[in-house]
């Protein structure tokens, strides 16, 4: 039995599961698994309330706008008052895409304004223009680490999410759109709360970063065995040659 296990909440996987980020869940259990730490994960669909002291780390992806739209009101409904507890406790949430919007105020779909759960500040707006898309690649600075890393991947978004002035971005981008094309910041980080844009999917293209959350989900204090990750570290590199940088 390992000493250890990471207890992963996956939020609507059903439906907010767009551009193969099943494969950021994937990543987290294979390198747990790898280092003989335990892993466990558990959906929640619509509906479902959640215990934010019975996970480690909440998982919410990307979904089309349709789904995203139902999602969202059944996560203010059922789920939100727990993702504020469990971000006030230090969990770590990861959000992606659509899931990054949601972790916000609203979301501005031509007439519809999409509820989000408030839980950073900011907003995001379906503007006149083009999708933002591409390789991208952006420079982070994230708790307990020390000096800047990058994260490469790849963004698809018509959304331009717009930061409050008590919001932090997650990175600075080094190539690519970012957060709304001409901001020139990329996600948003609250303590452990993180909301990116970053498909590819983005853990299997920057390992060092899911090591991150799964080393701060745990609250280790001891540094993570090393692995033998050459295919981590050519997906990394390949990331950020195709994104120029």
Same mark, same amino acid.
């Given at each position: 039995?390992?000493?250890?296990?990471?207890?992963?909440?996956?939020?609507?996987?059903?439906?907010?599961?767009?551009?193969?980020?099943?494969?950021?869940?994937?990543?987290?259990?294979?390198?747990?698994?790898?280092?003989?730490?335990?892993?466990?994960?558990?959906?929640?669909?619509?509906?479902?309330?959640?215990?934010?002291?019975?996970?480690?780390?909440?998982?919410?992806?990307?979904?089309?706008?349709?789904?995203?739209?139902?999602?969202?009101?059944?996560?203010?409904?059922?789920?939100?008052?727990?993702?504020?507890?469990?971000?006030?406790?230090?969990?770590?949430?990861?959000?992606?895409? &659509? %899931?990054?919007?949601? #972790? *916000?105020?609203?979301? $501005?779909?031509?007439?519809?304004?999409?509820? =989000?759960? @408030?839980?950073?500040?900011?907003?995001?707006?379906?503007?006149?223009?083009?999708?933002?898309?591409?390789?991208?690649?952006?420079?982070?600075?994230?708790?307990?680490?020390?000096?800047?890393?990058?994260?490469?991947?790849?963004?698809?978004? &018509? %959304?331009?999410?717009? #930061? *409050?002035?008590?919001? $932090?971005?997650?990175?600075?981008?080094?190539? =690519?759109? @970012?957060?709304?094309?001409?901001?020139?910041?990329?996600?948003?980080?609250?303590?452990?709360?993180?909301?990116?844009?970053?498909?590819?999917?983005?853990?299997?293209?920057?390992?060092?970063?899911?090591?991150?959350?799964?080393?701060?989900?745990?609250?280790?204090?001891?540094?993570?065995?090393?692995?033998?990750?050459?295919?981590?570290?050519?997906?990394?590199?390949?990331?950020?040659?195709?994104?120029?940088?």
């Amino acid at each position: 039995m390992a000493e250890r296990t990471l207890r992963l909440c996956a939020l609507y996987p059903d439906l907010m599961n767009i551009y193969a980020d099943r494969g950021n869940v994937l990543l987290l259990e294979r390198r747990c698994q790898w280092r003989g730490i335990g892993f466990e994960v558990v959906a929640a669909g619509l509906g479902d309330g959640i215990d934010p002291a019975a996970h480690d780390l909440f998982y919410i992806g990307g979904a089309q706008d349709r789904d995203q739209a139902l999602c969202a009101q059944d996560m203010v409904d059922t789920k939100r008052d727990a993702l504020h507890a469990a971000a006030d406790a230090g969990r770590v949430v990861l959000a992606v895409c &659509g %899931g990054y919007q949601l #972790l *916000g105020h609203h979301y $501005q779909l031509g007439e519809e304004r999409i509820p =989000g759960v @408030g839980l950073v500040d900011l907003h995001t707006v379906r503007e006149d223009g083009p999708r933002l898309i591409g390789n991208v690649a952006i420079e982070v600075r994230l708790p307990g680490l020390s000096g800047p890393r990058v994260l490469a991947g790849f963004e698809n978004h &018509g %959304g331009r999410t717009h #930061l *409050g002035p008590r919001a $932090q971005p997650l990175g600075r981008v080094l190539k =690519g759109h @970012g957060n709304t094309g001409t901001s020139g910041f990329e996600g948003v980080l609250r303590d452990h709360v993180v909301g990116t844009y970053l498909h590819g999917p983005l853990l299997p293209k920057n390992a060092w970063f899911a090591d991150w959350l799964i080393a701060t989900a745990l609250r280790l204090e001891e540094p993570l065995a090393a692995l033998e990750d050459e295919f981590e570290r050519a997906a990394h590199a390949d990331a950020r040659r195709v994104a120029g940088v």
